[in-house]
């Protein structure tokens, strides 16, 4: 069989196709189009050749494209296509390529797809069977030939009538609904020829192209200058990825007020993104303004996850993930324009994590004065964090679905339904407050380590909720970041609820500013079990101090079991009101109260070990500016153990106290057992009215000087027994093992 070939030029005309026929008597050849079925020539055209035809060659062709598209051109995926030169599509045309072609480029500059304005292109990929431009170099490399230049109608603050910078096509207009054609599942491979050093290709360039476009699952691969690049106009960017890129993975600029969601970049040599306004005004009109959501930056990058320059422009953006960069959010301080938008509020960012960070990074280097243009939080990125997204499973190369990031910062707000992953670990670098409407979910195994003193703390608004799914022998710790560990290197885990209080309603914590109480009893924030909190109790002032875990106004709906705090600054655990239980909990040394309820908490304990704690092991109070505040405190604890030695005793009966019953509760190593100050009105007159009773009490090993109580009232509240406390007296209970630590 003889080789066939098409050359397309200028209109993509067919010039020669040959295919020899011969009859008996040798009679000429026939010339006739491509044939990819097999079948003779004189079966394929109508041609009779009058004997025994030679067969057409089975399969597609070899095609060279270049030259002008004048009319409606549609490709056919079955062929090779050998971009040989600039193609242009003409204005009024329409060129389309459908699913799993492949076009193959070589000659450097010279060789680029181009759309002008009026003109229109339809690329029909889908998520099996792309799209491909690509090298046809035996060993592809970044800048092999130029890439996909569209030229619309739409505005861009460069003016009308502009010439791109490559293809020299004409671009800018009034219109900014027009309509380029569409691109959908394409791959740019080996794009960013170079004319010189400001004049280079990239993968994809939009130049006022305008929203009646669509653009949407485009991958760059390995281009030597952007990935993608909008140069004004208002088409939207959705379900893009650029891994590889030379300069900048994906870019916009002079005005351009399309959106974009789903962005996945990896591997950029400077900016992950650069977002501008004008190079040579950076207020120039119509102002660069978008909104980004869902996007992914994986570093190193030497200019930034987001590079603001030139004037920036008003950015939205939320749900932004990193991983591995030194720098989020690049602003340069000559940068007049751009730092006078930030300070304006033209930049937005809510929800950015910095997962795995590199070595000296920093979130921004914004020197102005607005201080909360971003906000942190637990972000998806494009859909798995530094991972590979699922949308782009298929039709993308380069990626791969690896394990997530070992490490990821953790701040800000989770307004959804967040979950953690037990393989990471977090690093807890200011207040993560889960907002109200919202959950986090932490499962079994997973680690936070905190730094930052005041600001680093867990908060659950009134309305919010909290998984903490840890086991026996796998807790969830939340831990100091610090690498030596002391208490009250953090705050520590704070909850707000809807159950009443003798405070009132709608009242603030006295740590992170979350309101709660209400007079809903069961409300449910949530379930924790098996939690390990240390190092916690920052102090804002002697008044203001984080405990290991607070819960104020929590409901009876809510999980509250398992839990220890270790060497916290401040109390252990404290119930302000509400009325969750608190099972099986351990407090080990406290610098302050090991286990401390008050302000109307109707909740019940059982299973409690305490030790070493500096003041009282348990202090129970009813309200400190008013003893006999309703609700009243009350509870019913049972199997209790607090090893000393302990300053305040081992119960602190205070402010009122309040209406408690406790049985089996054992006591070790202690100078007072039961504390009630006699200055203590209420609290001294509930125990006068029988309101405090303790059955089996041991007091073991007391130390020098020990006394019981020093109630000096003549009720006979409490009677001593043999006991085994939370388990086995003074030792660790068997319920601990596994999952505690410093028993």
């Keep these: 069989m003889k080789k066939t070939m098409y050359s397309l030029m200028l209109s993509l005309a067919l010039v020669a ?33 009058g004997g025994t035809c030679t067969p057409c060659e089975t399969g597609g062709e070899v095609v060279s494209l270049s030259g002008d598209v004048t009319e409606d051109t549609t490709l056919d995926a079955v062929n090779e296509y050998e971009l040989t030169g600039a193609y242009i599509v003409k204005a009024g045309a329409k060129l389309t390529i459908p699913a799993g072609t492949t076009i193959e480029a070589a000659g450097g500059t010279a060789s680029f797809i181009g759309v002008e304005r009026g003109a229109q292109i339809d690329i029909q990929g889908t998520a099996t069977n792309p799209v491909i431009l690509t090298s046809g170099a035996a060993s592809p490399a970044a800048g092999d030939w130029g890439g996909l230049v569209i030229a619309g109608d739409a505005p861009t603050n460069k003016g009308t009538d502009v010439t791109t910078e490559v293809g020299d096509l004409t671009y800018g207009g009034a ?52 990935g993608i690049e909008f140069f004004g106009g208002a088409v939207d960017g959705n379900n893009l990825v650029s891994i590889g890129s030379g300069d900048d993975s994906i870019d916009f600029a002079d005005g351009w007020t399309g959106n974009g969601t789903n962005w996945y970049i990896a591997g950029g040599a400077k900016a992950g993104i650069e977002g501008s306004n004008n190079g040579d005004d950076g207020n120039a009109t119509p102002t660069t303004t978008t909104t980004l959501t869902n996007i992914t930056v994986v570093g190193p990058v030497t200019e930034g996850a987001l590079f603001f320059k030139e004037g920036g422009g008003s950015f939205t953006v939320d749900n932004f993930y990193t991983s591995g960069i030194d720098l989020g959010i690049n602003v340069k301080d000559t940068d007049v324009e751009a730092n006078a938008r930030i300070d304006a509020d033209d930049l937005a960012i809510t929800n950015i994590q910095f997962g795995d960070t590199a070595e000296g990074f920093s979130a921004t280097n914004y020197l102005g004065t607005n201080t909360d243009f971003y906000t942190e939080g637990i972000a998806t990125g494009a859909g798995n964090g530094a991972a590979a997204p699922d949308w782009a499973s298929g039709w993308t190369i380069g990626l791969s679905n690896s394990a997530p990031a070992s490490s990821e910062n953790l701040a800000g707000e989770i307004t959804g339904d967040v979950s953690l992953n037990a393989s990471v670990e977090y690093l807890l670098t200011s207040g993560l407050v889960v907002k109200s409407g919202g959950s986090l979910t932490i499962p079994a195994g997973t680690t936070i380590k905190a730094s930052g003193g005041t600001a680093a703390f ?69 379930s924790i079990t098996y939690l390990r909190i240390e190092y916690t109790g920052a102090t804002f002032s002697n008044d203001k101090e984080f405990n290991g875990v607070s819960l104020f106004g929590v409901g009876s709906g809510t999980t509250f079991e398992y839990v220890q705090s270790l060497n916290g600054g401040d109390d252990g655990i404290e119930f302000f009101g509400g009325s969750v239980d608190g099972n099986n909990l351990v407090s080990i040394g406290s610098g302050d109260d090991s286990i401390d309820f008050a302000d109307g908490w109707t909740g019940s304990g059982t299973n409690w070990y305490i030790a070493g704690g500096a003041k009282a092991g348990i202090e129970g109070s009813n309200n400190g500016d008013d003893g006999n505040a309703t609700p009243v405190t009350t509870t019913t604890l049972t199997n209790i153990t607090v090893v000393g030695p302990v300053s305040e005793g081992a119960l602190f009966f205070k402010e009122g106290g309040g209406n408690f ?68 007296g003074a030792d660790a209970p068997d319920w601990a093992a596994g999952w505690t630590s410093g028993l």
């Design 17 to 49: 196709f040959a295919a020899s026929c011969s009859n008996d008597d040798n009679a000429p050849i026939v010339t006739a189009p491509t044939c990819n079925d097999g079948i003779q020539n004189g079966d394929e055209t109508g041609v009779d050749c």
């Design 175 to 226: 219109n900014a609904a027009d309509n380029s054609g569409s691109i959908r599942y394409l791959r740019v491979e080996y794009t960013g020829a170079t004319f010189s050093n400001d004049k280079e290709f990239n993968g994809v360039s939009l130049f006022g192209v305008g929203s009646g476009t669509t653009f949407e699952y485009v991958q760059s691969f390995n281009g030597g200058d952007d």
């Design 458 to 526: 867990v908060g659950v608004e009134r309305g919010a909720q909290i998984f903490i799914n840890g086991t026996a022998t796998n807790p969830v710790v939340m831990t100091s970041g610090a690498d030596t560990q002391a208490a009250g290197d953090w705050g520590g885990l704070v909850i707000a609820g809807d159950a009443p209080t003798n405070k009132g309603v709608d009242v603030t914590t006295e740590v992170g500013d979350l309101t709660y109480g209400g007079t809903n009893a069961d409300d449910d924030s949530g």
């Design 661 to 728: 019953t406790i049985d089996n509760f054992y006591t070790s190593g202690i100078d007072l057992g039961i504390k009630v100050k006699d200055t203590d009105t209420e609290a001294n007159a509930r125990i006068t009215a029988g309101d405090l009773t303790i059955t089996n009490i041991q007091f073991d090993a007391t130390a020098d000087g020990f006394v019981a109580t020093d109630y000096t009232g003549t009720e006979a509240f409490y009677t001593e027994g043999t006991t085994t406390g939370a388990g086995n």
